[in-house]
Each structure stands twice: as C-alpha cells, then as structure tokens.
C-alpha cells in the first residue's frame, strides 16, 4: 500500500486521477433544433456529450474525449467575459505568439539597420576628422616647403652676391 504511506503534501500537489467512464453511446448522433449556424447544424447532426451537456446546468464536470478536443469553457460561465473554449484560446493564444515572434523579428531588423546606420555615420564622422587632419598637414607642409624655399632664395642671393 503505497499510497498509505503518502504524506499530506504529497497529496495536495498531485491533482486525483478521475477517469469517467462515458458509455460508446456519449458519441452517438443527435438532432439539435435549436441552433443552426454550425455546418453540422444545418445538417441536423451533432456529436453532444452526455455527461458534458448534464454538467453545463449541474456541474462542471467533461469527458476525457471533450477535454482532449478542447470543448470545455471557463467553469464559471455566468461570472466569466469571455465565453470562448479552450480550443478557441489555444488558436487566439498560437495566433498572438505567431504574431509576436513576427513582430521580434521585425525589431531586430529594424535595430540592424539602425546600428549599421549609426555605424556608417560613427565613420563618416572618422573619415571627416582625417580629412581634416589630412588638410591641416597638407597646409603645414605647404607652410614649411615655402620657407624652405625662401630660405633657399635668400642663401642663393647671398652666395652669388
């Protein structure tokens, strides 16, 4: 018996295992009068869980088959906003981190362009620095080479004379 031997905690964590045992005759085909806006409708046919159509007025209890397709709501439908299924949620819940994936990737591109942008200007400002610092040198050698040459002419003259 080792469930006996289970403490308290252990008990609390781990949810039971229910298992109901739903007759082959919870798939069967039934005529909904009601409600036609589904294709099946139309058509007259729909699959209805018994044990999920008595619990939606009783309690809230669903079939391991409606669980699996996602055919359950909030278990408080009158107090809850939204009265969407638990597949409804789970193609709303892909949809939005398709969407989010797809808006990240949009980002990171768009901060790559702004780097290589913000790249492009950090050398541009570095070309320019040495444009000028090339021209100042240029203009000071100009400077020195006149010198030098007036220097020469002076020395010239004063040779010949």
Do not use: W
């Not at 909904?32 to 699959?47: C, H």
């Not at 869980?49 to 008595?54: A, D, E, S």
């Not at 010198?147 to 004379?161: A, G, W």
């Amino acid at each position: 018996m080792a469930s006996m031997s289970r403490t308290s905690s252990d008990e609390s964590i781990n949810a039971p295992n229910l298992r109901f045992h739903v007759s082959s005759s919870s798939e069967d085909v039934y005529r909904d009068s009601a409600s036609r806006t589904n294709p099946e409708d139309i058509l007259g046919l729909r699959y209805r869980c018994p044990l999920c159509i008595k619990s939606q007025h009783q309690h809230n209890f669903h079939c391991c088959s409606c669980v699996r397709n996602g055919n359950i709501v909030h278990s408080n439908v009158a107090g809850c906003t939204q009265k969407e299924n638990l597949f409804e949620k789970q193609q709303k819940y892909i949809k939005t981190k398709g969407g989010l994936k797809d808006l990240n990737n949009r980002y990171e591109e768009y901060m790559r362009e702004q780097r290589s942008s913000e790249n492009l200007q950090c050398e541009i400002k570095q070309k320019k620095k040495k444009i000028q610092l090339l021209n100042r040198l240029v203009s000071e050698k100009q400077m020195f080479l006149t010198k030098r040459k007036e220097q020469k002419d002076l020395l010239s003259k004063v040779n010949f004379d």
